[in-house]
């Protein structure tokens, strides 16, 4: 078992930071030019049939980790034989699914009267047993804080993805490009995590070591089983009762939205819940650590969902073309929603690392309910009003998970505002300029205009982060202008 003190957590926290946001920001690009290719290559139907294949993989895939691998990340001491235990769990669960695949595809696509969800389903249910042996691997890197390896194996599955992806749909693959280059890019990282690990694929099952880490674990899987309701329920019932068509403009919407919350701020997330879950014995220290993510993870975050909303429109009219026009509204309406799902990450992360895991849980099991009331009223109505629900909802999470973190901890309304003051105030006035830049500046091509609210949206956060007084900002300030200091030294430029 590897132990740190607290000059190491600290360099290996910052480090993950790095590796672990950095990269996967890099890849974020590649993924978002990716996902515009392929969206201009596919149909919207064929999209619609991947959501509906993840929603209900992915699901499945949830049963199979049940908590554990939380458990092990946040448990103060850990042996070999916990490892082994839960991969042996992992992987006997996963068969089960694999088989019950295979046996209830016709069904499955008959419920949804889409034919080729049944081969589709029966292929990529084959992930089961590939993120069974690949469970293991992750969480001993998590455990140990290796980020770096996660961030370098991620950015290979991600380019592996898209060449496969992009390779096949230019063939006329249709979705089954998508397919085959998930389970590819699976296979691949399976191999790097096992390799970088040295975890071994040991089948041992002993109960006693499960039972160790089942009061955390089970809250976890029934929190993790509601998420998941919370995060596919929309899909799965626009699926059914709009039809994919229309399923694949609202699955591509939220597909964009998604992307930099778990890119970047899910990410974060992870690195920070196994640094405060080595910290929960150290109050103090964990509350610093605290606060440094809520800054750092607002001022990315808030930006960037803002600048998403404000070209929304030029970005799919001009990147996607005209065809994907219905999704416009609901992109813009899922950009705020999920502002505030990235907002609520880290806040959910100090909930769990300090054992609150199953308030936590009780707030979004209560919550949920009432978004699957609000989503059998709104979809027949449209995808947009669909989105307002999952706004509402991910507005009362953010206001939920803090009230509980309030309650153990001195983390008040006001020193909350005070970390995400910055990062609103240079948004709004980024959001301006950008305003004005698409109503009152005449261009003879919609990309330029595109194009130039990006740059002047960027320049204006910028340019903010600069000049605001804000205690936290001078600190990223000294940060840049020392590093830019030993660069011109180090290349003999003074």
């Not at 290996?12 to 790095?18: A, E, F, H, L, N």
């Not at 280059?181 to 071994?200: D, E, G, N, V, W």
């Not at 070209?311 to 990147?319: S, Y």
Request: glycine share 4%.
């Amino acid at each position: 078992m590897i132990k740190f003190d607290n000059k190491s957590l600290a360099e290996k926290t910052k480090q993950s930071m790095i590796w672990y946001t950095a990269v996967p920001f890099t890849m974020h690009f590649i993924r978002f030019a990716n996902s515009i290719l392929l969206a201009r290559i596919l149909l919207p139907s064929d999209f619609g049939i991947i959501g509906i294949i993840t929603i209900i993989m992915f699901y499945c895939d949830s049963f199979t980790n049940f908590g554990f691998a939380q458990a092990i990340i946040q448990k103060a001491k850990i042996e070999n034989n916990h490892y082994y235990s839960y991969f042996s769990f992992n992987l006997a669960i996963s068969l089960i699914f694999f088989a019950a695949i295979q046996i209830f595809s016709t069904d499955i696509s008959n419920y949804f009267t889409e034919p080729a969800l049944n081969d589709a389903l029966k292929v990529f249910s084959v992930m089961f047993l590939i993120t069974a042996c690949n469970a293991g691997p992750i969480v001993k890197l998590k455990r140990e804080l290796k980020f770096k390896q996660l961030a370098i194996i991620d950015g290979i599955k991600v380019i592996t993805s898209m060449g496969i992806s992009l390779t096949l749909a230019l063939n006329g693959f249709g979705f089954w490009a998508i397919i085959d280059s998930m389970l590819a890019a699976q296979i691949i990282a399976l191999i790097l995590t096992l390799i970088t690990s040295r975890f071994k694929l040991k089948l041992s099952f002993q109960i006693k070591y499960l039972r160790e880490l089942f009061h955390f674990s089970i809250w976890s899987f029934l929190g993790g089983q509601i998420k998941m309701i919370g995060d596919s329920i929309d899909r799965l019932m626009i699926g059914k009762m709009l039809g994919t068509t229309t399923l694949g403009f609202y699955d591509k919407s939220i597909g964009l939205a998604l992307m930099p919350n778990e890119q970047i701020s899910n990410r974060l997330s992870n690195v920070s819940f196994s640094s405060f879950s080595r910290l929960q014995e150290n109050p103090k220290e964990l509350e610093n650590y605290f606060s440094k993510i809520i800054f750092i993870n607002s001022f990315i975050m808030i930006p960037l969902f803002i600048g998403l909303a404000s070209v929304a429109e030029n970005f799919t009219l001009v990147l996607l073309g005209e065809k994907w026009a219905p999704m416009i509204l609901s992109l813009e309406i899922l950009s705020i929603s999920y502002l505030f799902v990235s907002l609520t990450n880290p806040i959910i992360a100090m909930n769990l690392a300090v054992e609150k895991v199953k308030q936590q849980t009780i707030i979004r099991a209560a919550l949920t309910v009432l978004l699957i009331i609000g989503l059998y009223k709104a979809i027949p109505y449209g995808i947009e009003y669909a989105a307002s629900v999952i706004l509402v909802f991910n507005i009362l999470i953010f206001i939920g998970s803090y009230l509980l973190l309030k309650s153990y901890s001195v983390f008040t309304w006001q020193l909350l505002a005070r970390y995400l003051t910055p990062a609103c105030l240079g948004s709004a006035i980024m959001y301006s300029s950008i305003y004005i830049v698409q109503n009152y500046i005449p261009f003879y091509k919609m990309w330029q205009l595109l194009l130039t609210s990006i740059v002047v949206g960027v320049l204006v956060y910028a340019i903010c982060a600069f000049i605001f007084p804000f205690e936290q900002l001078r600190f990223i300030r000294r940060k840049i202008n020392n590093t830019v200091l030993s660069l011109i030294k180090k290349f003999g430029l003074v």
